[in-house]
């Protein structure tokens, strides 16, 4: 694969000039489940001596420029696919074959396992109510694939190119760290290799209660540095140890327990990483308890209860039993480019898309711990059309189909309350109810959990619901445009009251329903 090489005057130049001339800008980004406000450098980017406009351009990112993956390889003439349901970038070539993940530091050239560079993972990022884009470390793209890359600085943009040119001087390679701006501790990050004389050589775990778990970093030495963070999409607490490598630890401890799933871990030659894997964080905290031991304690939301069905007798509670055969298709509203209502809480954006994603996990969580079977149109920041939505279901022979959507209305702020839709054109017995009984089951038990205003149950010929072959429902949850209703729904307690009304509406419907064969 072919070398970047990059002069050293056009290193200099960019250090002194490319804060003058590349763009600052401040913007809202969306990332890992939130949104952010940036403020830093918006480059141009040159493929192969041609502009690309991408939906968001390259930008700095934990002081690493990111660009877009597939504006990128596409340009070069690769081909790149997006699997939805597993988060991976695949890209072909002639030359080289490439897999990584979001949110990942590991990838796959040509079937080789490599670590991508700078501990910056592929992202998805996107300006708000803009189109999703797979970033990665410009650093990943010259070192990695071989296309070459430079900085330009006067114009302020990362030009790439697939073939070959070379820069003089030859005697020269630096890394492309040179020619991004680096952390203030980072004297010469091309040269600099961080010791490993300081190897952790054990990683356990300990529960500590029913939602709690105290995971225990031991090394040989003493432990001078470690960083964490959290991420989410799945959810993750990381912690990051400088300078360190593993001695004689494997690669995952499975816990399945106190909701952690997983305490993962692996190295690089700048860090060593414990990962740990966990459903609904509630906070942690890392504590380094000796000079050669660190603890890192995590405790996790209680799980939601198993859904069991008030028949509107507080005295009188029935179980439901749960018919694995009879799949449930869940469609969170909007998504992808599409963000849906937007509202504000606390001085923060707030998008329908991603509320409408959260909840419907949350009611997918329920329903499979009541033993359902459960599938969802989208599982992330996607855009499925409105006919692929009820198609999938179809597809499917899905017994039940449900769209979850938040509410909105202009200048109207005390508008409030919850409502669900079904159509009129699908509201016929062929499985042995209707599609306005299901609506009235799930607004009924919304009702009981949320304490919201009733709205009532609607006919409107929404696309997803009058193109199922099965009874079919459209919630919708509250109104974003109600400061204190867009407040509750921001928070899990609220998500799951909405989740378990919705699930134990579509599980008093299900008792009924026979799916056609």
Known sequence: MRKLRVSLIAIVMFLFCSVGFAS???????????????????????????????????????????????EIFEEVGATVNYINDTQTIEVSSDEYDVVM???DNVAYINGEKTNIPDNVVPKLISKVGGETKTMVPVRFISETIGLDVKFDSEDGAILIDSDGYVISDENQEPSIDDVVPQPDNSDDSASYTPSVETKITNVSYDITGDNSIKVTVTSNADISSYSDFTLSSPERVVVDFAGMKFDGVGDTLSVNKAGVTSVRMGDN???????????NLKK???????????????????????PTVNNGNSNNNST??????????????????????????NGNVVLEKNLTLEITY??????????????????GDTLPSLVERPTQANAENAAVFVSIHINSV???????????????SNNGNAYGTTSEKLATNILN?????????????????????????????????????????????????????????????????????????
């Open 24 to 70: 600052a800008q401040t913007m809202m980004l969306e990332y890992d489940g939130g949104t952010h406000e940036y403020n830093g450098e918006i480059y141009a980017l040159v493929v192969n001596n041609q502009l690309i406009n991408p939906p968001l351009s390259p930008i700095i990112f934990n002081d690493r420029a990111l660009v877009p993956v597939r």
């Open 101 to 103: 993940r979001i949110n």
């Open 269 to 279: 030659d700048e860090r060593a990483r414990v990962v740990v894997d966990i459903s």
């Open 284 to 306: 942690y905290n890392i504590e380094k308890t000796s000079n050669n031991t660190v603890v890192i304690n995590v405790e996790t939301k209680a799980a939601a209860p198993k």
């Open 320 to 345: 439901i039993t749960a018919d694995s055969s009879k799949l449930i298709v869940l469609d969170a509203g909007h998504g992808g480019s599409d963000s849906g209502a937007v509202g504000y809480s």
């Open 362 to 379: 949350k009611v997918k969580e329920i329903l499979e711990n009541a033993g359902y079977t459960v599938s969802m149109t989208r599982t």
């Open 410 to 424: 202009d200048n109207a702020p005390n508008a409030n309350g919850t409502e669900v839709y079904y159509a009129d």
């Open 445 to 517: 038990r919304m009702l009981y959990y949320m304490g919201s205003t009733n709205r009532g149950v609607k006919t409107a010929e929404h696309a997803v619901t009058k193109r199922c072959k099965m009874p079919a429902a459209l919630t919708e949850v509250g109104f974003i445009t109600n400061p204190t209703e867009v407040y509750n729904m921001t928070t899990d307690e609220y998500q799951y009251k909405a989740a378990q009304g919705i699930a134990e509406g579509i599980m008093i419907t299900l008792k009924d329903i026979n799916v056609p064969q």
